[in-house]
């Protein structure tokens, strides 16, 4: 079997980590299985690398830091090759432009174009495991270029895609995908397998198991990925196409409390204002989540509320304030004590009674809904943020999550 | 014209000599100088990565330590032109194989063997500074190789060659190649100017402004080198051909302490005894600076002299207490208690009175002569180690040193 396995800075950030590792690594191959392994910069490399930047340079130019980011991989892949090798597995370390990553050349969030994966393959049939330097790779001018966070999943991905490999296992400090943050719901289990709408939903809603932009190559590649721990032989999730992860229509609940609502009241209730508003928020590059508008048919005036990330809402409230005079609106509220808690699962576009169930759910321990978001796979409530914890556990005993496998 | 200016590790070992060296390299610029910048790993970069690898393996693969050791050049080199672009100067890093620099694929002491200065042409023609990773290159196969100790004062030469480049500067934090050690010799001064050759025999002799490789490639390149300090903006001293450094025939003089002689006593005065013991050493790569035999007419027996570094003394011990064995032999004495003091000078071998007026400057000290050696541009003297100081005085006085300029 063709391995490709990640491992992510926590999983490398001491001697005896990397050890560890080249062991797990070193079993694998000893299981009669070929082994491509990518891996992150070694624990707070990255940091220290933009410290000693910053140290210089307010504004570094975007091509240094990628050439300066990119070392901390080459040193990891590095070191994890030498250790192979001294336990006896034969390994190679290989940057992003020695595997053959092309990207598009974006300094700092490059997208991968194409992995050229011959040298892979001659060290494959050499017998040798090659170690490949996660999140970079070479744009079309031949500069060193970086993917952006969460790019070394990326680059585990596109490898097992231009290998055309059985499994791409992705290896950090948590044992897969769960019901729910096991931090917040003590019943929360890890689920064996979810689609990768699914795992999107609950990238974007805070679950930080598997990068949103990784999970999007891994669909449009049609490449399976396992989710495990470092730190133990469990199975761990599988995230892949078409799966019917449970018999509920509910796979998992998701908490997000970095967000800020904010509320624009008595703008005119006019074509375009919503659009208007959102316009200004997305030149400044700020993402909006949920938008809700509300007509108060008194005096023909609007009510528009949004939800953004807590980083953004200083930016977000000057120029909210300024679009609030250019409408001539009553008055903007900025509130940043709610959270955000979603159901998501791919049985919600067939069940008609999942949104009842959760507002029920919400509504017998007396938590109040500010606004709410459904796609088809996912029903979201804004709450108040005090209430998050108990909303969450309550969702998820709503749903019997616990009560699976 | 055309600058390549190299800055070593110490020029470069804290953020306020970055920026100091930036500026520099800036002011060049704006003298309407187009410039190259050679730079090498950043302080006790190399040697904390060198640990970092001794932690995890003892015999680390060669491939992947040259690997791991190329990104301490990288980080320098992204970091100083991040620097230069903040200072309004355009620059741009290029790694070993990004500057075009091929070697042999010797991992750990790869050779030049050509430099494709096409990417840092077309960077100068954009009015772009290359900051270009020193001590680096790539392999025929596209691994990474280190050139070995001093390779980024090759880097440097290699680039001025291929770029035809007006002059190429070697930083460092000495003022160039003084007429002796002014720690040993306080009326030692810079020398404006002194030849290949005259170099090539100072740095074997313990001077450590530039390396021997370095010379030899700047020779056969016909590079003329400047060797400048990064702290002030005198001239410096430029090494190049057929230089007439001084109206005198010694043009600088040397000690180097580090040096153990080893005497086999009674050996058989047969053909092939010296060629036998040399070649014992030298397959197991110990370097052999002077020998001296002399023949006892008594017994028909000889004495066989030599030196070697200090830090092969246990390993040639070891060799020679076989050889002595093997030979029949009397004895063999090890002696560290010794230094050389060389005068060395393009007039050397045009006036026949050089080496007497070594001897008497050392015979007037009372200073007792172990061993002598010769060259066309060099006498040097096995002294007792505890005369060597006095002795360097001496000469540096009977050749008239302190009176140049």
Redo the contacts between chains.
């Keep these: 079997m063709l391995v490709v396995q990640k491992y992510g800075g926590s999983s490398l950030a001491t001697?005896e980590l990397?050890?560890h590792v080249a062991t797990k690594i070193t079993q694998t191959v000893q299981q009669g299985n070929q082994v491509v392994v990518v891996v992150s910069a070694m624990g707070d490399t990255t940091d220290d690398?933009i410290a000693?930047?910053e140290?210089?340079?307010?504004?570094?130019?975007a091509?240094?830091?990628d050439?300066?980011l990119?070392?901390g991989e080459?040193?990891s892949?590095?070191?994890m090759?030498?250790?192979l090798?001294?336990q006896g597995t034969p390994a190679?370390?290989f940057?992003g432009?020695?595997a053959g990553i092309r990207t598009d050349g974006e300094h700092g969030k490059a997208r991968i174009q194409a992995v050229n994966p011959e040298?892979l393959q001659a060290a494959l049939a050499e017998g040798i495991v090659p170690v490949v330097t996660g999140f970079q790779g070479i744009g079309p001018d031949?500069?060193?270029t970086t993917l952006g966070r969460g790019g070394s999943d990326l680059t585990a991905i596109a490898i097992a895609a231009a290998l055309d490999a059985d499994r791409c296992e992705i290896y950090s400090d948590v044992a897969g995908v769960f019901t729910a943050d096991p931090r917040v719901v003590p019943l929360a289990h890890p689920l064996a397998a979810l689609s990768y709408d699914e795992m999107l939903e609950l990238a974007s809603q805070g679950a930080q198991v598997l990068q949103t932009q990784a999970v999007l190559y891994a669909r449009g590649a049609g490449v399976a990925v396992h989710a495990r721990s470092t730190f133990d032989d469990e199975p761990g999730t599988v995230v892949r196409d078409d799966v019917r992860s449970s018999d509920g229509p509910v796979t998992a609940v998701a908490l997000d409390s970095h967000i800020t609502k904010m509320a624009l009241l008595g703008v005119p209730d006019t074509p375009g204002v919503a659009a208007y508003v959102c316009e200004q928020l997305a030149s400044s590059g700020i993402n909006i989540d949920l938008v809700f508008q509300a007509v108060s048919h008194e005096d023909e005036r609007a009510d528009i509320a949004l939800t953004i990330a807590d980083s953004d809402r200083d930016k977000a409230r000057g120029i909210l304030t300024q679009v609030l005079k250019d409408l001539g609106g009553r008055q903007l509220l900025v509130d940043s004590e709610v959270a955000k808690v979603s159901a998501v699962g791919a049985g919600v576009r067939n069940h008609p009674g999942v949104a009842a169930t959760m507002f029920r759910a919400l509504a017998d321990a007396e938590i109040n809904i500010q606004m709410i978001s459904t796609s088809e796979i996912k029903i979201a409530c804004i709450i108040h943020r005090h209430e998050a914890q108990q909303a969450l556990n309550r969702i998820h005993a709503a749903f019997n999550l616990e009560d699976r496998d």
């Design positions: 001697t990397v050890k690398l000693r930047s140290d210089l340079v307010t504004n570094p130019v091509r240094e830091m050439a300066l990119a070392t080459m040193q892949a590095a070191l090759a030498m250790t090798s001294a190679r370390s940057s432009w020695q040298a031949g500069a060193v």
